[in-house]
């Protein structure tokens, strides 16, 4: 797998002169560091991973949500969640990047199911997107939308609002 960083630095938790201006300048979280050393982990019991690149990491309260790239079967996937879960102690979604918006999103909201994403031009002439959601499923984002749109707003590039319908 690709990671950000150096596989000696990750490993090490000792950053290089590189590296570290990787983390100082926000490319690269400190709190990505653990999450790289579990892959790199992983990749000799999971072959499969050798294939990938790692993007980024978010946490959402007591979720870690990994962004991978390149194809990964869905079976693949559960078992890379399961297998993280085990080893950083919480609930781990991992989410391929991808150049559509909707998938993307309906992968981040997931199990909530998305009704549509509507692109709304306000009158300033910005853009802001309305991720409309099923108003059954507010239990699953309720307690955590404002981070949710936070992180699709900073993913996206676009302010973004969540709205249950």
Do not use: H
């Not at 150096?6 to 400190?30: F, H, N, P, Y």
Request: hydrophobic share 40%; glycine share 6%; charged share 30%.
């Amino acid at each position: 797998m690709k990671y950000p960083l150096d596989r000696i630095c990750v490993k090490s938790g000792v950053l290089c002169a590189s590296c570290q201006r990787k983390v100082e300048s926000g490319t690269v979280s400190e709190d990505e560091i653990p999450v790289m050393r579990i892959l790199m982990d992983l990749e000799e019991e999971l072959k499969f991973l050798k294939k990938g690149e790692y993007v980024r990491s978010f946490r959402i309260s007591n979720q870690v949500i990994v962004m991978l790239r390149n194809g990964f079967e869905p079976g693949e996937i559960s078992e890379l969640e399961r297998e993280l879960s085990q080893k950083l102690g919480d609930r781990v979604k991992v989410v391929i990047e991808t150049g559509d918006v909707k998938r993307l999103i309906e992968q981040l909201i997931a199990p909530a199911s998305l009704i549509g994403v509507n692109q709304v031009w306000l009158p300033s002439g910005s853009e802001m997107l309305n991720v409309r959601v099923s108003r059954r499923d507010r239990r699953i984002l309720g307690r955590n939308k404002e981070e949710y749109e936070k992180l699709l707003s900073s993913l996206l590039g676009v302010e973004t609002r969540i709205i249950f319908e």
